[in-house]
């Protein structure tokens, strides 16, 4: 099994996550989703972000390597009535399984960065919203 994945399905970091929701819930406030984007989040874990996308209106598909964590979302988005959230299993290292120009907004707050081809490329770098690298402070359109 791939060990990235193997890693975050160990431990359960829902209950990490349930201490972060207001923080992701104003980061997403922040993002100017409006009725009907289609949001992209990448490493979602539980739905942090993609749920209160969700509820701003935005069409959201999260993947995530961690099939507890994709479970979790989809429970969570069930228990909220939100049928414009859905939870996928998948490696952001590849993403075959997603249509090209199939989103708005793609975004991932402090997860695509753990996948294998992402630090290959970025070194230990991220990205904002644009899509734009963060290395050491400096933002590059690269
Ligand atoms: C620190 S958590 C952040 C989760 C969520 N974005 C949040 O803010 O609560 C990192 C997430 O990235 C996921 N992840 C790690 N490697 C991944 C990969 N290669 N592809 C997709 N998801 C990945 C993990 O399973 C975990 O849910």
Known sequence: MNPNKALWEKGDFTRIAATMRESGEALVQRLGITKGLR???LGCGDG???LPAAKLGADVLGIDIARNLVEAGNKRAAEHGLTNCTFQEGDASNLEQVPDKAFDLVISIFGAMFAQAVRDREGDGAR???GR????GQLDSE
Do not use: E, H, K, Y
């Not at 690298?133 to 050491?136: A, Q």
């Open 128 to 130: 904002d919203p644009a």
């Open 133 to 136: 690298s963060d290395r050491n």
């Open 48 to 50: 942090t972000t993609a």
């Open 39 to 41: 949001v992209l989040d």
